[in-house]
């Protein structure tokens, strides 16, 4: 009786499978749109990076740099970061072969998450410093800035809403790789073994 249960979860995700193969163009186009997907935060990604790399100003208060703030600094080296990551992973989706085995997309879904925080942690980050730049503390006698470096603030500014949007592409991106993953790959099939106990049987 389990045997012929076990036969028929097999048989049916071997039919799964052999429909997810037969998609033809609708799988073309699936992965031609996740490979545009991961693309797009490219031009996104540097563009936050040159804006911030470019931004310092200079004026009869002084100078500022974004070398001077230690979460600007962390927001090029993540944009950076991701934007290769983005590169490597569009042509990783482009180059292999289909249908998806287990190790690549846990490989994805492992690599989209990682890359999600730590975009999201250098956008908010930068978004706080920036914040109190233009408002100020007063409980750590912290006064706002943005009056005196006006332009410096303008470049942050734009560099950080250009990396939300990158981020938004990234939450986009790790919800497509966790319901790939989660929805193809399912509880492992029932195997009765020699001693009549019920064992779960992970499928290669």
Known sequence: MMMTKTTMVE???KNKGE???GLGEGGSALRTAETVMRLVPVGLCLAALMIMLKNNQN???GAVSYADLTPFKYLVYANGVCAGYSLLSAFFCTAMPRPNSLSRSWLLFF???VVTYVILAAGTVSAEVTFLAYHGDKAVTWSEECSVFDSFCRRATASIVITFGAVACYVVLSLLSS???FSTYEAPLPF???NGLEIAAFPR
């Open 179 to 181: 319901y790939r993953l």
């Open 11 to 13: 048989e049916e995700r």
């Open 111 to 113: 690599f989209d998450q």
């Open 19 to 21: 429909g997810e193969e």
């Open 59 to 61: 004026n009869d208060f």
């Open 192 to 194: 009765v073994g020699n």
